[in-house]
Structures are given as structure tokens and as C-alpha cells.
């Protein structure tokens, strides 16, 4: 009787702990590109451009959370654009700032979403 009532509390639980951990990753995604988008507002201060590449950002203080990967798809002086993804799920966030091409599911600017 024990046993049956453990597997069925598995049986409920499972599931759950699983929503709960890529809803975890996806804020945790979520909130680097928010900081990036801090860190690249900074660069454009200095530079009058934003950059292309993540590590010059990264100088400025900036570092992306464990198994995540930020990737910068386009960055001129009037826009960028960028995606970060996590190793623990399938989840991607998108987000862009001025010219740059919307991104994904992201469609209003300055707003990180993600499919």
C-alpha cells in the first residue's frame, strides 16, 4: 500500500519538477539578456556603436549565467539584436533594441520573450 501511494505521489510530482526547472532556465535566460542589454547600452555609450561580439561587453562587467550561450545576431550603431539559449532545455529568448530585425516570438522592442 505504501509503495502505490509513493508512485502515484512520483507519478504527480515528476511532471511538475520538470515545468518548474525549464520555467527556472528560462528566467535565468531571461535575465541575462536583460543585463546584456544594460552592459551593451554601456558600449554604445563609449563607442557610438553597439557590438558584435558578446566578449567585448563581457569586459565591461557583464557575464552570462552557467550553460547559458548569448549570441549577438546583428549590431550596427542603430540596433542590435540577440539569443540566448540554455544546455537544460530546448527554451530560447530572444530580444532587440532599435533597427535591429525582431527576433522569434520577440516582437516589441526592449522586450526579452521567449518560444
Known sequence: MVVVIIGLLAAIVGPQFDLARD???????KVDLR?????????????ATYS???HSVYARGFETS????????????????ATATHTGTAAQCNIFIGSAAPLGSANHEGVVDCI
Open 52 to 54: 558584435s561580439d558578446p
Open 23 to 29: 520555467r527556472t532556465y528560462v528566467s535565468v535566460m
Open 35 to 47: 543585463n546584456f542589454a544594460t552592459a551593451e547600452e554601456s558600449y554604445f555609450f563609449d563607442f
Open 66 to 81: 552557467k550553460d547559458v550561450t548569448l549570441t549577438v545576431n546583428e549590431a550596427t550603431s542603430s540596433g542590435w539584436s
